[in-house]
Each structure stands twice: as structure tokens, then as C-alpha cells.
């Protein structure tokens, strides 16, 4: 898999850092920067890599395209179950911003302004990551009470959502859904729990067209001022969710999956206590995980389609 077969072309080095624009830079996390431009918010993903919460010296050339390109096939989808923060005349403007800053042109996305909700909106199908090791202690998935018996990657009796807290740096905490409904209001609540749910199960039936499991996702939404509903950030990508092939899948161990476990599992191989600063990532590790990246926008987006 190479990048030859993409329809946008990726640059030949990572961007780290957006330099050159007039806007004001209000945001900047582990992989976006988020610039005013007054009407609108710009959002730009970068190349930049994070693991165990620390940003990495390397970043991988193309990522940040990748991860916008996927999230951009998902929001269109996603427009006929959901309001979402894409502004009416996206593709004019994206073109327009090309014109003037060609290395971002298919890495930004430009969104309303809208207050994100101070929960994420975690769905998950099978046993995994966090909800294994929670159901390892307790015999349950937080909140909910499980069969026993279940194994690790073991798919779920139905899907179950299981809010998180926001936190600005840090991990988010799981919290239950009494909790999440007295933070933001029981009847918000629920409008975002049965979106969640609804958006889950439209990427579960696409990611199998593709012969992938999508195994868990998280989302983000944001009202405007009128109050209204609308599904922000990115959607459906390697970095908010967990893709696995369907092919040799078999509950009982870890899956094989499109996104930055490469560099974990490299990290967790290294005397590193998980903080600043990083070592530094081998170039074989660094290819490694954008062949993954460029796997899963392939898979999910030119084959499926095809």
C-alpha cells in the first residue's frame, strides 16, 4: 500500500506546526491547530504524533491529511442523521484557502462556532482497551453488568454508550450516565446517547462493507446558540476509533489495528517512564504507522466505494 493510489497528495515531510496564517491561533491540542477567522473557526490537523499523552520530536508526513480526508467522508455521510459543524460553503472556502496555503488545503477543515459539550460520547461494540481491563476488575463494562465469561476483544451483547469527561491535557475519566445527564441535562442526554448510538451503528455497517470491525468510537458535539445539536471534531477516524480487520478476527488477545498502536507498542518495548521527553521513533516505526493510516483511508473510502 503506498500513497500512490490517493486522490490528494501527501507531503514529503510531516508539518508540526502551522506558521504563515493571519488568523489568530485560539487552540492547539496534540495533533490540531484551530485558528479565528471571524465567522468560522479553521481547524488544521498537523502530522504531529502523540503516545501515552506525550508529543512525539517526529511527526509522520501526511497524517494530519489523512485523518481529515477520512473525517470529511464520514461528515457527509453523517449529515443525514445529525447536524454537524461543517460550515454551509465548505468545499468553496477549503479551495479558496488552497489558493493562498496549498500545504493545507487538504488537511483543514473549516467549522461553525459552537460550545462543545463538556462530555465525549464513547460507543463500544466489543471488550476492549479500557472496557476490558474494567470488566478484568468488576465483571462489567463500568456501569453496565456483562455475562461472564466474556474475553478480551469478545463483541458486546448490544452497543453500549460510556460518556468520558473532557479534560483540556490528561486522560479522560469514564463517567456514568446519571453523572453525564445531570452535567449537561437529562433530555440533551439523551439526544446525544441516541445519536451516539445511531452514528456507531452507520459506521459498524460501512467498516463492514470494507471487511473491518469497528469495535469502539468516541464523538464530540456542540450547541450553537439557538441550542441546537450538532456533531463536531473529527469522526470515525484511526485516532478516535478502533478499527480491526474482520479477517482472522478471534476474541481472546489484543487485535491487530489501523492507527498509532505501532508506536506504543514500540515505546512499551523501550526503559521510557512515559514522560517528557520522548525517545526518539526509528524511521522503520514512523513508515510503518503511516502504511496503517494509509491502509485505513484506503480500505474504508476507495475500496468500500469501489
Given at each position: 500500500m503506498n500513497s500512490a493510489s490517493l486522490p490528494f497528495p501527501l507531503p514529503s515531510k510531516p508539518l508540526l506546526k502551522v506558521e504563515g496564517l493571519s488568523?489568530?491561533?485560539?487552540?492547539?491540542g496534540k495533533?490540531?491547530?484551530?485558528?479565528?477567522?471571524?465567522?468560522?473557526?479553521?481547524?488544521?490537523?498537523?502530522?504531529?504524533?502523540?503516545?501515552?499523552?506525550?508529543?512525539?520530536?517526529?511527526g509522520l508526513a501526511g497524517k494530519g491529511v489523512l485523518l481529515?480526508?477520512?473525517?470529511?467522508?464520514?461528515?457527509?455521510?453523517?449529515?443525514?442523521?445529525?447536524?454537524?459543524h461543517l460550515v454551509d460553503d465548505h468545499a468553496a472556502r477549503i479551495v479558496e484557502l488552497g489558493r493562498a496555503h496549498p500545504e493545507l488545503e487538504h488537511r483543514s477543515m473549516i467549522v461553525k462556532k459552537l460550545q462543545p459539550l463538556p462530555i465525549e460520547a464513547v460507543v463500544r461494540g466489543y471488550l476492549s482497551g479500557s472496557g476490558w481491563k474494567a470488566y478484568q476488575q468488576t465483571g462489567k463494562l463500568f456501569e453496565y453488568n456483562l455475562p461472564a465469561g466474556l474475553q478480551?476483544?469478545?463483541q458486546l451483547p448490544q452497543p453500549l454508550f460510556t460518556p468520558t469527561t473532557k479534560v483540556a491535557s490528561g486522560h479522560d475519566m469514564p463517567i456514568?450516565?446519571?453523572?453525564?445527564?445531570?452535567?449537561?441535562?437529562?433530555?440533551?442526554?439523551?439526544r446525544v446517547h441516541d445519536l451516539s448510538i445511531d452514528l456507531y451503528k452507520m459506521g459498524v455497517e460501512r467498516a463492514k462493507a470494507a471487511h473491518l470491525i469497528l469495535a469502539d468510537t468516541k464523538f464530540e458535539f456542540?450547541?450553537?446558540?439557538?441550542?441546537?445539536?450538532?456533531?463536531?471534531?473529527?469522526?470515525?477516524?484511526?485516532?478516535?476509533?478502533?478499527?480491526w480487520p474482520r479477517e482472522g478476527y478471534a476474541p481472546g488477545g489484543a487485535q491487530p489495528s489501523f492507527d498509532k498502536q505501532f508506536?506504543?507498542?514500540?515505546?512499551?518495548?523501550?526503559?521510557?517512564?512515559?514522560?517528557p521527553p520522548p525517545p526518539q521513533l526509528p524511521e522503520t516505526v514512523l513508515a510503518g504507522t503511516l502504511e496503517r493510516y494509509i491502509e485505513a483511508y484506503t480500505?474504508?473510502?476507495v475500496e468500500a466505494d469501489g
Open positions: 488568523y489568530p491561533l485560539v487552540a492547539s495533533v490540531r491547530e484551530v485558528f479565528d477567522m471571524g465567522d468560522a473557526l479553521l481547524m488544521v490537523a498537523t502530522d504531529r504524533v502523540s503516545a501515552f499523552d506525550v508529543i512525539m520530536n517526529e481529515t480526508q477520512i473525517s470529511l467522508y464520514w461528515f457527509a455521510r453523517a449529515g443525514a442523521i445529525t447536524r454537524h478480551d476483544s469478545s456514568d450516565c446519571v453523572d453525564a445527564g445531570q452535567l449537561i441535562g437529562a433530555d440533551l442526554f439523551q456542540g450547541l450553537d446558540d439557538a441550542g441546537e445539536l450538532y456533531l463536531i471534531d473529527e469522526i470515525l477516524t484511526p485516532d478516535s476509533s478502533r478499527y508506536v506504543r507498542d514500540y515505546l512499551e518495548s523501550l526503559d521510557w517512564d512515559k514522560t480500505t474504508l473510502v
